[in-house]
């Protein structure tokens, strides 16, 4: 299984099942991140809340997406 970058928002309904998969990504050691927008609907909307997840997403790229052997700062 490959690294997972996942979101939560309060009205999606598979909320639950991100909560699961995060949690099996930890417990198998995979890496993983688990963002939780509860003000959110199915869409990330709110300024701030725009620039975290595009922060974070674009982080993760950068770090998940190394060649092998590459160093991530």
Do not use: C
């Not at 909560?19 to 995979?30: C, E, M, P, S, Y």
């Amino acid at each position: 299984m490959s690294a997972r970058l996942l979101r939560r928002l309060i009205t999606d309904g598979k909320s639950q099942l991100y909560a699961n998969a995060f949690g099996t990504a930890q417990l198998r050691g995979i890496p993983s991140r688990f963002l939780y927008f509860p003000n959110e609907g199915h869409w990330i909307l709110k300024p701030q809340n725009v620039i975290l997840w595009q922060r974070v997403f674009f982080d993760w790229l950068g770090r998940t997406l190394k060649p092998e052997g590459t160093v991530a700062k």
